[in-house]
């Protein structure tokens, strides 16, 4: 699972310390340099020549959709609902000049089917540093905020984060992983920068993006997967609003989902809930294949079936979705 490097460091500085780390992030040498290499060129603004060397927050820099489609449809197996909504929800937001407010999305699904992947994607699509940029920020409930008892000082912390970093760059993303593990209540305090607000004590927050992953309701969509596959429906033929709505009040109601009676769904604050569908033996198969042309192998039918094969599979009838996605192909493909 993919995790950013920048929230650790920030993490042990203390939130507030963090951001202004960020937002003051390179040295003056480098800034000295750089004045006489763009007097001395003429042509290139010294911002231009600043943000070839560090890397610079671009809030209106445009999102290459494109690129985007072609990255999920090649890299992204069986999920034709996430790479449908997550392109249309970015190209959206990106090509408004002022959205009313910060784009929200909620990932939900079972284990290993692609939503850190997903992130990733996004967050490379968006800073080309991805998880590593300094505009992009990941949480993760059981490493940022573990103890119940500290839920007030959680949430003081994440507005404190949270607007200090928006202020250093309007166009930050935070993503938030293992929202299913996350104490009730902690998300709703970043509900006003979600809001419509044009700006929170002096700070925009409309260009900001917000993404949630959670295993929560990914027993809500398998159903509706095996309703289709049991029907004789192609799996392609699920679309959002068979599953959308059944997620925002599954989710609601699910004490254990992060969102539980949340003033985040009840606020109408999320913009879409995005489906990740149980991947099947053939998705398993393309998973193996891509990691080992990543790994720049020869791809190898015999391997690519053992690694599928010693998956395990439910329902324990029909055996059809793999319990892990993808997630220990990695893993298992390196004793092979
Ligand atoms: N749908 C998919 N298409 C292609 N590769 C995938 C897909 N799902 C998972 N993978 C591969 O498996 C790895 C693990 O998946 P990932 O971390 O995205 O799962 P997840 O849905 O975030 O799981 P969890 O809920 O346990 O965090 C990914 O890094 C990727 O290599």
Not at 72 to 98: R, S
Not at 179 to 203: C, N, R, S, T
Not at 238 to 264: A, T
């Amino acid at each position: 699972m993919p995790r950013a490097a920048g929230l650790g460091r920030a993490a042990a500085l203390g939130p507030l310390l963090a951001a202004h780390v960020v937002a003051a992030i390179e040295p003056i040498s480098v800034g000295i340099a750089l004045g006489a290499a763009s007097a001395l060129t003429g042509y290139l603004s010294y911002t231009d020549l600043y943000c070839r060397f560090a890397e610079c927050c671009r809030e209106e820099q445009r999102l290459n959709a494109s690129a985007l489609k072609l990255e999920l449809e090649e890299k992204l197996f069986g999920q034709h609902l996430a790479t449908e909504v997550i392109l249309k929800a970015l190209t959206g937001f990106k090509n408004n000049k002022n959205p009313k407010k910060p784009l929200t999305l909620s990932l939900h699904g079972w284990a290993g089917t692609g939503k850190n992947f997903v992130s990733q994607i996004v967050a490379e699509n968006l800073h080309s540093k991805g998880l590593k940029s300094n505009f992009v920020h990941l949480f993760v409930s059981t490493l940022h905020f573990p103890h119940e008892q500290h839920i007030k000082l959680y949430q003081d912390q994440l507005q404190g984060w949270i607007r200090g970093n928006v202020s250093a760059c309007a166009s930050s993303v935070f993503i938030f992983d293992e929202m299913d593990k996350l104490h009730p209540g902690v998300i709703d305090a970043i509900k006003p920068f979600l809001d419509y607000y044009e700006q929170v004590d002096g700070v925009s927050y409309r260009k900001a993006i917000f993404m949630f992953l959670s295993n929560a309701g990914g027993d809500l969509i398998t159903k509706t997967a095996l309703d289709f596959w049991r029907a004789g429906r192609k799996r392609e033929d699920i679309q959002l609003k068979d599953l959308e709505p059944v997620l925002s009040v599954g989710v609601f109601n699910n004490k254990h989902s992060g969102l539980w009676r949340s003033g985040l769904i009840d606020r109408n604050l999320i913009d879409y809930f995005i489906p990740f569908l149980p991947l099947e033996y053939k998705h398993v198969k393309m998973c193996v294949r891509a990691e080992m042309r990543a790994r720049g192998s020869a791809v190898d039918e015999d391997i690519v079936t053992r690694v599928a094969e010693e998956m395990t599979f439910f329902p324990k009838g029909e055996k059809i979705y793999s319990d892990k996605g993808c997630k220990t192909v990695q893993s298992r493909l390196d004793f092979h």
